[in-house]
């Protein structure tokens, strides 16, 4: 049965190449909402052998679309059944999206088909072969300068050995990729210098290796991703990357086997586009090893003249894709992080893998979270398809928090506001015949009506500006702005930034913003000009923010002075390679709480001891310090605990111990140590993580979080230090900046912008008030409360004359909220959560 199913699918492949796709068709591209689709969910039981096609297709039918990995790039396989199934699936329902899920980065060398060179890929930097080798199959000895430049046990699972190109040297010493080899790493032999290896990988044949006169370089990779894959080699898309015996790079290599994927005779032809995964902007490098993107031996992080080539190369790809698959086709990329590619006027839009971001399920950065996907709502290429992909980790360890449905409601409302279709990983709690159900808000709850509330009738409002400015006008603003290296000027109703020294970003405050409560929304209008070297169309990040006590000692935007420390050795600068780890996250979940932190590592890799990280701070008098410490969710099963340790000193003075405590527990901590002895000092405090009592490393993943100085016996009156980001492009765009955790009467506003380049502020207005946005629809109402407290609103404040009653949900989802009944006067909205109404007559 299911090889009748595949071979009917494939004919109908043929069928379908010959019209193409008509995105005008699609119903998920109307302007009627909620938009929403299914994610790879898709993908994973169309590859499941015991899942039926007709089983499936009822499943994935009950929204306006699927997306899933249909060619083998990542995952072994995944072409076999998917391909056919999702075409299938095209031909039985035209009018749903079916769309690639693609990795925008790499790929497994497995699944080239001789369709890239040598010189495509990237490399670290590498070193000389250093004894003729012989052009032999099977096991040989590589004998090389560098040993160390090389990596056994690495890769996810840390069960993989690197991947490694060969090549010889031209006449001036540079690799010449045209004459190469790629080999698999065996083991290395660190004090004869020399590498084993297995010859003639991937479809390669073996070549003879001159001394001094060949080369050796790790491929940068990543993953696997899944225990049955490999290691996937990263695409080199710098501007500098080498050319094959054609002309091209390898940009125009991938652009050319896409388009044959998608052509006539592709096994995408039914397709109506793709979203790349990750899809980064740069890649730096650390320690010794970084990429060689010029493929001169040396390493240069894609950087040449202060331009990011990789950055700039992304998007000169993104642009001949578009070329190559027309305007028929989307194309997205994943989009939420500042890392993420720069396409705007090439793409359609931007996946938000986790909204705003992946660890966040807190909803810190809600408002840099409406930005970005605002943005891209009036940056992208039409028509524009912008989407949410719901799903949330915990901490980085790979675990689903457990978060009230209110939360859920929240990040759904915010893709509303923005224009974003909705899929999920995420899914609600499973009703019976339902193997994924559907989140209730997606389709009218019981009723099941997709696209329910039909057309906006207006954009998204924010109920704070509804309040008085407590600003004053630009001119008063501009006289009151202050930035190191930054002219700043009236002009012709706007406020002209310029940076007075090259290289640099522009970074200003505006102090003393009056405040009332814990709510302030700040919205804010700018402009600015394009960074040279990069297209006209890309635009440049910005932040803003409340800026940080000098007090507070976690602070994102400046890295602490780190270390590590093998027992027995000597204290040195990070190397990667140890397995020590000093890293900033905004949120870090612990036992079911989020706090900013940096996590830790003690090394591993190398040997085990201690990491640490360093400030500098001047004390006040009766001063104390306070933070929290906490653990990973393994730790307390596999660990033997992580022996936190503070230590301070004035100046080189030895150290003095002033805390140690060894823990493990998945829960934080609170602590307080009297610094009194150094007040009115400034000190060097140093944080120490340990790999504990008996020398095991194992899970240390040890968190140091909300770590600041204090007072003793006064209250601590803080403002939380957060910022949110933006982009700033040619045309004025109206960013909103929502600070809810205010303690102070006043805070100082910190912007920074990305460039020198002039930027016009149009417009800045700071409102005290709870951030509720609502957004009206022909048949319904959503309203959010994205404040840390309960609000109650009269429904006419909103909807003059609208009435509304709740949806009907479903058994195993929120009933409470969603119960059916009528909405009354006012409406009641708990902290950080999403209301979906429907509208009704009376």
């Known amino acids: 049965m299911v090889r009748r199913v595949f071979l009917a699918s494939w004919a109908v492949v043929a069928a379908w190449g010959l019209a193409g796709p008509r995105l005008e068709e699609l119903d998920i591209l109307r302007d009627e909402w909620p938009r929403a689709f299914f994610f790879r969910v898709a993908e994973g039981m169309s590859a499941n052998p015991r899942v039926s096609y007709e089983n499936w297709d009822a499943q994935m039918s ?24 999702f075409t299938q699936f095209k031909a039985a329902h035209p009018n749903e999206a079916v769309l690639l899920h693609y990795n925008g980065n790499s790929r497994d060398p497995r699944d080239i088909r001789g369709a890239f060179f040598a010189g495509h890929w990237l490399y670290f930097n590498g070193t000389t072969i250093t004894a003729d080798v012989p052009a032999v199959e099977g096991e040989c000895e590589l004998p090389v300068a560098d040993p160390t430049l090389f990596r056994l046990n690495m890769g996810r699972y840390q069960d993989k050995n690197e991947d490694i190109g060969l090549c010889l040297l031209d ?21 004869r210098k020399v590498l084993r290896v297995r010859r003639a990988g991937f479809g390669t044949s073996p070549l003879a290796l001159p001394a001094g006169k060949a080369y050796a370089a790790a491929h940068m990779t990543e993953g696997p991703w899944g225990k049955r894959s490999n290691l996937l080699w990263f695409y080199n898309f710098s501007t500098r990357c080498p050319k094959d015996a054609q002309g091209r790079q390898c940009a125009d290599a991938l652009v050319a086997d896409l388009g044959h994927e998608f ?59 578009r070329q190559e698959l027309g305007e028929d086709r989307l194309i997205m990329a994943d989009g939420h992080g500042p890392n993420h590619q720069r396409g705007f006027g090439v793409l359609n839009g931007i996946e938000s893998e986790g909204w705003p971001t992946l660890n966040d399920f807190a909803v810190e950065d809600w408002s840099g979270g409406l930005n970005r996907h ?12 912008n989407y949410v992909n719901h799903k949330f980790i915990d901490g980085g360890e790979g675990i689903t928090p457990d978060i009230p449905f209110s939360r859920h409601r929240l990040v759904l409302a915010a893709a509303l506001f923005t224009n974003a279709a909705v899929c999920y990983s995420f899914p609600p709690p499973a009703e019976k015949g339902q193997p994924f159900p559907i989140w209730d808000e997606l ?30 006008d630009l001119a008063g603003i501009a006289a009151r702005l202050n930035g190191q290296e930054v002219e700043i000027a009236p002009e012709a109703g706007a406020i002209r930034l310029r940076g007075a020294e090259a290289d640099g970003n522009l970074v200003f405050t505006l102090p003393g913003v009056p405040c009332a409560g814990p709510d302030l929304l700040v919205t804010l209008t700018l402009r600015g000009q394009s960074r040279p070297g990069y297209p006209e169309a890309m635009p440049r990040l910005a932040w803003c923010g409340i800026g940080r006590s000098p007090w507070s000692l976690i602070r994102p935007e400046t890295p602490p ?92 003075t030895p ?8 823990y493990k527990a998945f829960a934080w901590a609170d602590r307080e140590v009297d610094l009194a002895t150094w007040a009115g000092q400034r000190v060097t405090l140093r944080f120490v993580t340990d790999c504990g009592p008996r020398d095991n490393a194992t899970t240390d993943h040890s968190a140091w979080a909300d770590v600041r100085v204090a007072q003793a016996g006064e209250p601590e009156r803080r403002s939380k230090p957060i910022r949110h980001m933006t982009w700033v492009g040619r045309d004025a765009f109206t960013s909103t900046f929502a600070f809810r955790e205010v303690a102070t009467p006043t805070v100082d506003l910190e912007f920074e912008i990305e460039g020198d380049q002039d930027v016009w502020i149009e417009g800045l207005s700071a409102h005290t008030g709870a951030e509720v946005v ?59 959560d999403g209301l979906f109404l429907l509208r009704t007559t009376e």
């Open 62 to 85: 009950r929204l306006q679309g699927i997306m899933g990995k249909c060619l083998d790039e990542e995952l072994p396989g995944r072409s076999t059944r998917n391909a056919p199934n």
């Open 171 to 191: 006449a001036e010493g540079r690799p010449d990729w045209s004459k190469s080899e790629q080999v698999e790493l065996l083991g290395i032999d660190l004090e």
């Open 263 to 321: 052509g006539p005779d592709g096994r995408l032809a039914a397709f109506d586009g793709l979203e790349f995964d990750v899809l980064s902007f740069q890649h730096l490098g650390k320690g010794r090893r970084g990429p060689d993107m010029d493929a001169d031996g040396r390493m240069d992080g894609g950087e040449f003249g202060g331009i990011n080539t990789y950055g700039v190369g992304v998007y000169q790809f993104l642009a001949k894709l």
């Open 374 to 385: 605002a943005y891209w709502d009036l940056a992208a290429r039409p028509p524009v398809f």
């Open 443 to 472: 389709w009218q709850g019981t009723d099941h009506r997709v696209a329910w509330l039909g057309k906006p009738l207006g954009s998204a409002q924010h109920l704070a500006t509804r309040e008085p400015n407590r600003l004053p």
């Open 561 to 652: 002075a780190s270390g590590f420390c093998l027992r027995g050795g000597e204290e040195r600068e990070m190397d990667p390679e140890s397995g020590a780890s000093v890293s900033y996250f905004r949120q870090r979940g612990v036992g079911g709480e989020a706090r900013e932190s940096y996590l830790c590592h003690p090394p591993w890799k190398q040997g085990v001891g201690y990491t640490f990280w360093e400030r500098d701070v001047d004390l006040p008098q009766r001063a104390v310090l306070r933070f929290a410490m906490g653990m990973g969710p393994l730790s307390p099963e596999r660990s033997d605990g992580v022996v936190f340790r503070v230590l301070v000193r004035v100046g080189e």
């Open 655 to 662: 150290w003095q111990e002033v805390f140690s405590e060894n």
């Open 774 to 832: 609502w957004r009206e629809y022909e048949h319904g109402l959503v309203v959010a409360n994205a404040s840390y407290h309960p609000v109650q609103i009269p429904l006419a404040s909103l909807v003059p004359g609208g009435h509304f009653r709740w949806l009907q949900g479903s058994p195993t989802q929120d009933t409470t909220a969603n119960n059916g009944q009528p909405v009354g006067d006012t409406l009641d909205l708990g902290e950080r």
